[in-house]
């Protein structure tokens, strides 16, 4: 060792980075809701945070799926997030079911979940008005086992949408009834929120949020939809007969297209409102449409190549599950032996 390195100043140790994690279902292609809404975000964080991100597999199961479908879309959600701009270099991704640590623990924590704070979780009682016929222990406890999922890693923020707020308000009371327990064992989550954008509505009613599950395919637009497609879909938005473009809350529809314009080109709503000044409608419609099918062009040809190559995402999901499964190992070993399990013999 040469003198000169032996004074160099020791370098700081770098501040730990925060942990993001978030999951998204399985159910269906994701819409441009769930693109601009979440997904487009979770790749904009890998610079600056530890992210986590995985396909919620399990908690599909909490309604009735045919199961070759669930397969199938499971592997395209999967090939999705990283046809959006999920790197595996970067962040880790897997499929939830691929780590039964989020089983294991999410037991563990149904145990510590009051079945009155799980009444009153306003998901459960939507979806067990709309499932009348199916509704299920795992529909009442899935934020129990969302508790886990954020719990096992240890996560700082958990981007989600407005509909998931409760879910996560439940998961800082499960996690700070358990610490009081048994000692710090897992760190309270927050929210974390986009700044905008984060709620698309329908193209065809503007009062709802654009949906996976709506029937009627002009509602919404697939992350997988041709230019062609896209264009149309965007021409027969409804809006008001008013022909101004400028974002107001009595104008739903030329707001909610304000809104998906301004995040794919970047511009301000009042630049927005200044380019189509004195221009009706259909050249802002038209503008939109083109401006979303060049976001969503790579996405769809990186979609079309990752799932032609089955043995790479396989190999980036097994990959994923290991790093996943030793990662949250750390936490659940901790957690079983606070509540009295016996040590595993392996
Ligand atoms: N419940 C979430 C949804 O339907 C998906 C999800 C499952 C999730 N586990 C999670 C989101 C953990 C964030 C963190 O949107």
Same mark, same amino acid.
């Given at each position: 060792m040469t003198n000169e390195q032996h004074t160099a100043p020791v370098e700081e140790k770098p501040a730990r980075k925060k942990i993001i994690l978030s999951g998204i279902q399985p159910t269906g292609i994701f819409t441009l809701g769930n693109y601009i809404g979440a997904v487009r975000n979770w790749g904009q964080l890998q610079e600056d945070y530890d992210c986590y991100y995985f396909v919620a597999d399990l908690h599909s199961l909490t309604i009735r799926q045919n199961p070759a479908d669930l397969r199938k879309q499971t592997l395209e959600a999967f090939a999705l997030l990283l046809a959006a701009g999920i790197d595996p270099e970067k962040s880790l991704v897997?499929?939830?079911?691929?780590?039964h640590n989020h089983a294991e623990l999410g037991w563990i924590l149904m145990c510590n979940s009051m079945f009155g704070e799980l009444s009153r979780m306003t998901q459960f009682k939507d979806k067990s008005a709309k499932h009348a016929d199916n509704v299920n222990a795992g529909l009442f406890t899935y934020p129990s086992l969302m508790a886990a999922d954020i719990l096992l890693y240890q996560a700082d923020l958990v981007p989600v949408g407005q509909d998931q707020t409760q879910h996560l308000e439940f998961t800082r009371n499960v996690a700070t009834r358990f610490n009081g327990l048994y000692g710090d064992v897992f760190r309270l989550p927050e929210a974390y929120l986009p700044k905008e954008g984060a709620k698309i509505m329908s193209l065809?009613?503007?009062?709802r949020k654009m949906s996976?599950?709506? !029937?009627? !395919?002009?509602?919404r637009i697939s992350i997988l939809d041709d230019e062609a497609s896209i264009l149309r879909k965007f021409r027969s938005a409804v809006t008001d007969s008013e022909a101004h473009v400028c974002y107001r809350e009595d104008k739903p529809g030329i707001s909610n297209l304000m809104t998906i314009y301004s995040v794919v080109t970047g511009k301000s709503y009042e630049a927005i409102e200044d380019e189509f000044d004195g221009r009706g409608y259909g050249d802002f419609k038209t503008a939109v449409g083109e401006a979303v099918a060049e976001e969503l062009r790579p996405i769809r040809e990186n979609f079309a190549r990752l799932m032609a190559d089955k043995k790479y995402l396989e190999d980036v999901y097994k990959m994923g599950a290991e790093r996943a499964q030793s990662i949250s190992n750390r936490t659940l070993t901790k957690v079983r032996k606070k509540v009295g399990l016996l040590a595993k013999p392996f």
């Open positions: 897997f499929i939830q079911s691929h780590v065809q009613d503007p009062a996976k599950s709506d !029937p009627n !395919p002009k509602a």
